[in-house]
């Protein structure tokens, strides 16, 4: 049985006041619920604070990305060795974010991949189609790409290191959920074609969904056979909403 993972992507959003709070709401209402893995990826300035108010309990804490390099003249970027120094323990590589509005390429996410597991970090692998991509039947092609530049750098049996997300692009923040069976179908693709590579590896990968889940629709997400988590926007930012996700990840 894979332990189901509920992360929340925190994205450009918070404050020193609002994560203290949501924080203390998660950390409250997480108690008991001893079987579902919960990490936050707050933004980099606010890691060091989501370390000291994470320390001590079971929520894990993530990045929202990595640098590819490890050091040197890259303006702007974090390293692993930073972020595991501040005690991440997952990366975000390859948000459609990143790819969409920031240019970020297949290789690009298999370089940060790679940095990620270099220093310790589970990275979590987002992939997923556009809606012009959906509607042209090419999902499954997409995905198998984006999944095919990190196999190609790393190895399929690297994959189990990390954490896969599918996240169709058009559900990202839109309010647009997949239905549970459109999520399942690209689940199950994922799953069959690692599985033609190596059968331990599909056994046992965990594969989130992330796209609009919420309180509301996450039970019926979950309940579905591929889908080992989610991958949390939006809901996250308001601790009611991220603790009926994770208790129905429980
Ligand atoms: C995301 O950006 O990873 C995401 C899933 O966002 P939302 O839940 O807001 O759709």
Same mark, same amino acid.
């Given at each position: 049985m894979r332990q189901k993972l509920v992360a929340g992507n925190w994205k450009l959003n918070g404050s020193k006041a609002s994560i203290e709070s949501l924080m203390g709401g998660i950390l409250a209402g997480l108690?008991?619920?001893d079987n579902v893995a919960v990490a936050v990826c707050?933004? *980099?300035v606010y890691i060091?604070?989501?370390q000291t108010l994470v320390a001590g309990s079971r929520i894990g804490l993530g990045s929202q990305d990595i640098a590819d +390099? @490890?050091?040197?003249a890259f303006t702007g970027e974090v390293s692993g060795a930073m972020l595991k120094e501040f005690g991440? @323990? *997952?990366a975000i590589v390859g948000h459609s974010e990143r790819r969409a509005i920031y240019g970020e390429q297949d290789a690009d996410t298999a370089r940060k991949f790679a940095a990620a597991r270099k220093h310790g970090l589970k990275p979590i692998l987002c992939v997923g189609e556009t809606l012009?991509? $959906?509607? =042209?039947?090419?999902?499954? =092609? #997409? #995905?198998? $790409? +984006?999944l095919d530049a990190v196999i190609a750098l790393e190895g399929v049996e690297a994959?189990? @290191?990390g954490v896969i997300a599918y996240e169709p692009v058009w559900a990202i923040g839109t309010g647009k959920t997949a239905s549970p069976q459109q999520a399942q179908d690209v689940h199950a693709f994922i799953r069959g074609k690692l599985a033609t590579l190596n059968a331990a590896v599909a056994a046992k990968v965990q594969i989130l969904y992330g796209?609009? #889940?919420k309180g509301a629709n996450a039970a019926e997400l979950f309940a579905m056979p591929d889908i080992d988590g989610g991958l949390i926007g939006g809901a996250s930012l308001d601790a009611n909403e991220f603790l009926a996700i994770c208790k129905a990840g429980n």
């Open positions: 108690e008991g619920m707050p933004p *980099y060091p604070m989501a +390099q @490890d050091a040197g991440c @323990d *997952y012009e991509e $959906r509607e =042209a039947g090419i999902t499954e =092609a #997409v #995905v198998a $790409r +984006q994959l189990t @290191d796209g609009s #889940v």
